[in-house]
Structures are given as structure tokens and as C-alpha cells.
């Protein structure tokens, strides 16, 4: 079964800290990678997309890996600030032929940082 | 450039009645999409539109729920009777490639 994990589902930090998302999937077949940002009232916004051959990518203070090997992938959010706060999602796109991706979502991690 | 937009941004309606929302993707973005997430539970998707034409409508719960998209550009989700466990956030996405998708902040639909 196609499927995202992810961990932990919620996660309370202080302003200034570091925390790491952590996400399993079992998708088939693997197209890529993707970790989103999603603020409370709002539609998620892309943050990284990682294809296969791809292990690690940067979009400022997120960094997010990926091992294909071990399906799992990271995002680690350096210096945390208030703004951050907000529901994490992991997601898998399923690649079918002539291009075309389907996406699967995990539930989300919803962190709070707190000053 | 203005981004994905979506009408309403709620609705609460009873159970039985119809419910028609509106998404108007980013202009020149071929690819139109519709997921959903129903309570405590992820996004899931619904449909993909490449111009007028369904890619894959896999995603429809069942035939009570009809997306159109006339002409390519903007796209109506209809759900008709509307039950319960419809409630949820319905969102919009549009790309112009196979990879980036622009989300619409959602409708959330509110049946009673």
C-alpha cells in the first residue's frame, strides 16, 4: 500500500532551536520528494522537491534529505523562529508513465515554537 | 503574479443540499488538481485536469462529486447531495510542469 509516515505528529520547541521531521514512506514507483509548509488557514507551500538522485537539498533555514535506499527522508529547520510554526507535510509523488505524478500525503507535523 | 484562488473560502450547508465550489488557477497552468482532507485525517486527492480534459479521476469519493472545467482555465467541484462525511477542506492546486504545484488556501465545507 502507497503510503507516508511521519514523525513525530506534533512537536513543541523554543524560539532559536533546532528540531528535525522525520518521514517513512512506501510509495511505488518513486518519482520524488517533497516537504511542504502548510500555516493554519492556508493551502501548503513548497519548500524542497528531492528526486531519486538527490539526498540532500536546501531552501534556506530547511534542509531536507533523502534516502532512497531506506525510504525515509529528513527536514531539519535550523534557528527556529516563531514564523515556523506551522504543519509540516511530507509528500511522494508516484511517477506513471509519459510523465505523469500522483501525489500522496503524509498527516503532518504540527510544530509550535514558543519564545 | 496572483496565485491559486478559491470560492468560497466556507460553507456550511445541510446535509442533502448542493454545494458548488470555484477554483481559478494560475494563469497558463494546464495542470489543475483538487484534493481533500476530512478531519484528523492527510490530503488526499480527488482529480487531475490537464486544460478541459480529466487525467485521472481516481481520486472521486463517489458520483455525488462532479468536477468540471470548461475552456481550460477556471474549474467547479459540485457535490450533490452533500452527506456528513463530506465535511472536510477542499483544496485547489495548479502547475504548469510535472513537478511544482501551487495550492489554492482551500474551501472548508461544513455539512450539518
Known amino acids: 500500500k502507497n503510503q507516508v509516515e511521519q514523525s513525530p505528529q506534533s512537536l513543541i520547541i523554543l524560539e532559536g532551536k533546532n528540531c528535525t521531521l522525520q518521514?517513512?514512506?512506501?510509495?511505488?514507483?518513486?518519482?520524488?520528494l517533497r516537504w511542504y509548509k502548510q500555516d493554519t488557514g492556508r493551502g501548503p507551500v513548497s519548500l524542497t522537491i528531492?528526486?531519486?538522485?538527490?539526498n540532500t537539498k536546501s531552501n534556506g533555514r530547511y534542509t531536507a534529505t533523502l534516502d532512497a535506499d531506506t525510504k525515509q527522508s529528513s527536514l531539519h529547520i535550523t534557528a527556529s523562529q516563531l514564523s515556523d510554526s506551522a504543519s509540516y507535510i511530507c509528500?511522494?509523488?508516484?511517477?506513471?508513465?509519459?510523465?505523469?505524478?500522483?501525489?500522496?500525503f503524509g498527516a503532518g507535523t504540527r510544530l509550535a515554537v514558543h519564545p | 503574479e496572483a496565485g491559486v484562488t478559491q470560492f468560497p473560502s466556507h460553507s456550511v450547508i445541510e446535509k442533502g443540499q448542493t454545494v458548488t465550489l470555484r477554483c481559478d488557477p494560475i494563469?497558463?497552468?494546464?495542470?489543475l488538481y483538487w484534493y481533500r482532507r476530512v478531519m484528523g485525517k492527510e490530503i488526499k486527492f480527488l482529480l487531475h485536469?490537464?486544460?478541459?480534459?480529466?487525467?485521472?479521476e481516481s481520486g472521486m469519493p463517489n458520483n455525488r462529486f462532479l468536477a468540471e472545467r470548461t475552456g481550460g482555465t477556471y474549474s467547479t467541484l459540485k457535490v450533490q447531495p452533500a452527506e456528513l462525511e463530506d465535511s472536510g477542506v477542499y483544496f485547489c492546486?495548479?502547475?504548469?510542469?510535472?513537478?511544482?504545484?501551487?495550492f489554492g488556501p482551500g474551501t472548508r465545507l461544513t455539512v450539518t
Open positions: 518521514c517513512n514512506y512506501t510509495v511505488s514507483p518513486f518519482s520524488n
Open positions: 528531492m528526486t531519486f538522485s538527490e
Open positions: 494563469s497558463g497552468h494546464d495542470n
Open positions: 485536469f490537464v486544460k478541459e480534459s480529466k487525467q485521472d
Open positions: 509528500v511522494v509523488s508516484r511517477g506513471f508513465s509519459g510523465g505523469y505524478n500522483k501525489l500522496i
Open positions: 492546486a495548479s502547475s504548469q510542469d510535472r513537478y511544482e504545484q501551487y
